[in-house]
T-cell receptor
Framework: SQKIEQNSEALNIQEGKTATLTCNYT??????LQWYRQDPGRGPVFLLL?????KEKRKERLKVTFDTTLKQSLFHITASQPADSATYLC??????????FGKGTTLSVSS | GAVVSQHPSRVICKSGTSVKIECRSL??????MFWYRQFPKQSLMLMAT?????????EQGVEKDKFLINHASLTLSTLTVTSAHPEDSSFYIC??????????????FGPGTRLTVT
């Protein structure tokens, strides 16, 4: 069955460093891979979407890569700040279908 | 980005009663909306896919007679939890796609509804 894994439940880094989160998938060839931020008691907030034919996408301090050979996406937050502390979810889907989510990585940025 | 609202944000009900949750896309039309459920420290699990004007498609293990979904317009989908029990207590979240014609690119989520059944 389709499976998506985020390699760390928790990641602790210092302010100013780059946070790198990993998402791996198996038994699937997604058309889209998306990253979301979720704060406690809130719905996920869309961050970035990358398509299967794209290698990299950037938005301000965020960067996402998509390697269909490795079946992996990396999510980077550069110059991290305490306000970046949250749970980050990766998810994939095909056009018109629901998202399949990973369990999330909780990032803590200390000052 | 696109805005999706949910109402209510929190609801506490007694066992055996029914609860309706509304999901609205505020600044775009969504032919497809999705309903998810999230238990503590778990990821979002898809319950059903709601298409405007047609019956919802439910995931395996989700009872369609218990979780009634109505997608009456391009901006509104409702989820009714009928005869709620304590095990239905969860965080219910809807999402809507910004693309029509069955395509989905970015999906935007509502803020979620915390249901507690006593």
């Amino acid at each position: 069955s389709q499976k998506i894994e985020q390699n760390s439940e928790a990641l602790n880094i210092q302010e100013g460093k780059t946070a790198t989160l990993t998402c791996n998938y198996t038994n699937y060839s997604p058309a889209y891979l998306q990253w979301y931020r979720q704060d406690p008691g809130r719905g996920p907030v869309f961050l970035l979407l990358i398509r299967e034919n794209e290698k990299e996408k950037r938005k301000e301090r965020l960067k996402v890569t998509f390697d269909t050979t490795l079946k992996q996406s990396l999510f980077h937050i550069t110059a991290s700040q305490p306000a970046d502390s949250a749970t980050y979810l990766c998810a994939f889907n095909q056009a018109g279908t629901a998202l399949i989510f990973g369990k999330g990585t909780t990032l803590s940025v200390s000052s | 980005g696109a805005v999706v609202s949910q109402h209510p944000s929190r609801v506490i009900c007694k066992s055996g009663t029914s609860v309706k949750i509304e999901c609205r896309s505020l600044d775009f039309q969504a032919t497809t909306m999705f309903w998810y459920r999230q238990f503590p420290k778990q990821s979002l699990m898809l319950m059903a896919t709601s298409n405007e004007g047609s019956k919802a498609t439910y995931e395996q293990g989700v009872e369609k007679d218990k979780f009634l979904i109505n997608h009456a317009s391009l901006t509104l989908s409702t989820l009714t939890v009928t005869s709620a029990h304590p095990e239905d207590s969860s965080f219910y979240i809807c999402s809507a796609s910004t693309q029509g014609e069955g395509r989905s690119d970015e999906q935007y989520f509502g803020p979620g509804t915390r249901l507690t059944v006593t």
